[in-house]
């Protein structure tokens, strides 16, 4: 896996979910109980986050912890070998989050 995509990608997701849900980082901090530079700083791909923090910051989206994970290890599968910017994966990423929630009926 190319150095530092798997922190990468998990930011580019919690990015496109918090999107299409309309809010900012600010109110998402909110939302999960913390700050909004610790979003700021998972988002951009440089901070490490814990398991168990993945079931937090997917609350707010109304996706469960496993469903989840299973589509982080998905976008790990797809994007974690390759060369990419970060623009170009957050928008690939985007466009993923946005097929699931088509699909899992997440909509609003």
């Not at 976008?75 to 910017?85: A, D, H, L, W």
Request: charged share 25%.
């Amino acid at each position: 896996m190319v150095k530092n995509n798997q922190y990468r990608i998990v930011g580019c997701i919690i990015r496109a979910f918090r999107l299409s849900r309309g809010i900012d980082q600010a109110e998402y901090a909110k939302q999960i109980g913390t700050s909004q530079s610790w979003v700021s700083r998972i988002e951009s791909g440089h901070r490490f986050m814990w398991l168990h923090q993945l079931d937090v910051v997917s609350r707010p989206f109304g996706v469960d912890n496993p469903a989840f994970c299973s589509f982080i290890l998905e976008c790990f599968r797809e994007y974690g070998q390759k060369e990419i910017s970060h623009s170009d994966l957050q928008l690939r990423v985007l466009d993923k989050v946005k097929a699931f929630i088509e699909a899992n009926g997440l909509n609003g």
